[in-house]
């Protein structure tokens, strides 16, 4: 079982505290704030008032024997900077850092974060992909150039095989699965015809997306 502390409760620290414990991951939160404590006490491992500032504070967690550390600090720039560098300094062995913006992050990579995120960026350009493709249902970026694709199957492609599509030649996705109705079809073969209906997992780039558009 994965153990993962999150340092800052705010909305995004809180919701991958909350999801990872789902998950069953044995989670431990912390936060200045005892409100914030308080409220996610019932649904994580542990959840402690901390002020992640102080070194001692931070030591007497015990989060060297945690396999993951997450900064998920909100606006508070310096303050994630310097609880990282701590972190770091105490030889936590993966630490994963909220960032800002692309300076904000820079700078956590710099003083040790072996990743950076960023929540408010991902998201909009997440949401941005799905405004532009009527097609896609929802996306998971793994990288600046891609991403995990569910979209619905477009009409033009009803009754025609993946092989007849070319999917890959002419938008750049690769379907790792098709959805329907109430069974998943896996690494579907060439011969694979599309039904009205069906939606596709797909990996792809997309910026590419656009010539799907009815």
Do not use: W
């Not at 913006?101 to 990743?115: F, I, N, S, T, Y």
């Not at 199957?153 to 009803?158: C, D, I, Q, S, V």
């Not at 030649?169 to 069974?183: K, P, S, V, Y």
């Amino acid at each position: 079982m994965k153990q993962v502390a999150v340092i800052g409760l705010g909305r995004f620290g809180s919701s991958v505290a909350r999801t990872l414990a789902e998950s069953g991951c044995e989670v431990l939160a912390v936060d200045v704030d005892e409100v914030r404590v308080k409220a996610i006490a019932d649904e994580v491992t542990d959840a402690v008032r901390a002020n992640a500032l102080e070194e001692e504070a931070l030591r007497a967690l015990g989060l060297r024997n945690f396999e993951v550390v997450v900064v998920a600090i909100g606006h508070e720039v310096e303050a994630s900077i310097l609880v990282t560098v701590l972190l770091k300094e105490m030889g936590i062995s993966k630490i994963v850092a909220k960032a800002q913006d692309e300076l904000h992050g820079r700078v956590l990579q710099k003083v040790g974060a072996d990743m950076v995120v960023f929540p408010e960026r991902d998201m909009g350009v997440r949401l941005a992909h799905t405004l532009i493709s009527r097609n896609v249902i929802d996306e998971i970026q793994l990288s600046t150039d891609y991403s995990i694709l569910e979209m619905v199957a477009p009409h033009r492609f009803l009754g025609r095989s993946l092989k007849e599509l070319e999917l890959r030649q002419r938008f750049g996705l690769t379907i790792l699965a098709i959805r329907r109705e109430d069974r998943i079809i896996v690494s579907p073969d060439a011969e694979q015809t599309l039904e009205e209906g069906d939606i596709l997992v797909a990996l792809g780039q997309p910026e590419k997306l656009e010539g799907l558009n009815e």
